[in-house]
Antibody, heavy 119, light 109 residues
């Protein structure tokens, strides 16, 4: 069982940059693809983007101009930066894994972390 | 962009009844790339079904998935109290690569 744990500030001011890290345990980060998904309070799931250990990324076009996902293989971690945040970016942010190579579903998820955008 | 629509929005049934949840895509989706998740209050989503019809590890056999093209179904054959949750379908395609449906909430009467 892969363990994923999100960490980062729970409160971010409008116009600033949201930064989160996902620490992966019990498996090498080079074994899979790693994604960020968010869920505004009381709403559905929105895929943000994913990264492979090589550093290649794909982002949701709706967020692409503001999103950066990076990986640190030495720490078995990957990170999310979302710039110029507004109240609409308030959400629970999840990190999740998919295997790729025909297996395009999220079989392991972190517990999620609530990020509130407010002054 | 492939848009997923789920119906009904809410399903309220008695224990032991059959629940049928629908996921409709705006364009044809390969069943290999259609998954279902269960999300209980305060928890992360949990993978139930992948490849349209394959149960994930540890998922009871009362959960089954079917469908092809633009119409997919998640069936809970005999509803249990612990099945109260929101159920999401998800597809993999092109730009955006991953999309989720809006969810169906399942309640117990």
């Amino acid at each position: 069982q892969v363990q994923l744990q999100e960490s980062g500030p729970g409160l971010v001011k409008p116009s600033e940059t949201l930064s989160l890290t996902c620490t992966v345990s019990d498996v090498s980060i080079s074994s899979s693809y790693w994604s960020w998904i968010r869920q505004p309070p009381g709403k559905g799931l929105e895929w943000i983007g994913y990264i492979y250990y090589s550093g290649s990324t794909i982002y949701n076009p709706s967020l692409e101009s503001r999103v950066t996902i990076s990986v640190d293989t030495s720490k078995n971690q990957f990170s999310l930066k979302l710039s110029s945040v507004t109240a609409a970016d308030t959400a629970v942010y999840y990190c999740a894994r998919f295997l790729g190579w025909g297996k395009y579903y999220f079989d392991d998820w972190g517990q999620g972390t609530l990020v509130t955008v407010s002054s | 962009e492939i848009v997923l629509t789920q119906s009904p929005g809410t399903l309220s049934l008695s224990p032991g009844e059959r629940a049928i949840l629908s996921c409709r895509a705006s364009q044809s989706v390969s069943s290999s790339y259609l998954a279902w998740y269960q999300q209980k209050p305060g928890q992360a989503p949990r993978l139930l079904i992948y490849g349209g019809s394959s149960r994930a590890t540890g998922i009871p056999d009362r959960f089954s998935g079917s469908g092809s093209g633009t119409d997919f179904t998640l069936t809970i054959s005999r509803l249990e109290p612990e099945d109260v949750a929101v159920y999401y379908c998800q597809q993999y395609g092109s730009s955006p690569e991953f999309t989720f449906g809006p969810g169906t909430k399942v309640d117990i009467k």
